[in-house]
């Protein structure tokens, strides 16, 4: 799994398309990983069948400010937009994960990631933001 993938620098991503497109990729040592019946020689790695990559990434733009990450290596993705959940969705997340902590600063916590992210980011009047969620969940297990 590979998160904040838009955080990359565009030579990186790069070498990940190289990877996922063409099934190989050249290593600084010398060493290349390869798909198929490769491995023929001890400089190769071969790629297990059932590999899969599970990419993360920002939508361009505010308040990301990440590479459009989709524009560069998105064509070679299935890819699927995840929403943020609705706030008492992301109220009951957090309790359970945090159980001890009690609802009051739950709510809060959960409040306050989204207005942190909306107070400067408004798109198009939308009230509300995306939320943190990890920056809620380390905050939450600190209680």
Known sequence: MIDEADKAPLDVVAVLKSLIEDGEMRLADGRRIVSGDGGENENEIVIHKNF????LANRPGYPFLGNDFFGSIGDIFSSHVITNPP?????ELLTNYAPNVKKKMII???EGGREGVS???R???RKGGNTDWKLCLVVGSHF
Do not use: A, R
């Not at 899969?52 to 990419?55: A, G, N, Q, S, W």
């Not at 706030?87 to 109220?91: A, G, M, R, V």
């Open 119 to 121: 107070e400067g980011g």
């Open 87 to 91: 706030l008492e969705s992301e109220i």
């Open 108 to 110: 809060k916590v959960s």
């Open 52 to 55: 899969k990559v599970i990419v």
């Open 123 to 125: 798109e198009g009047g």
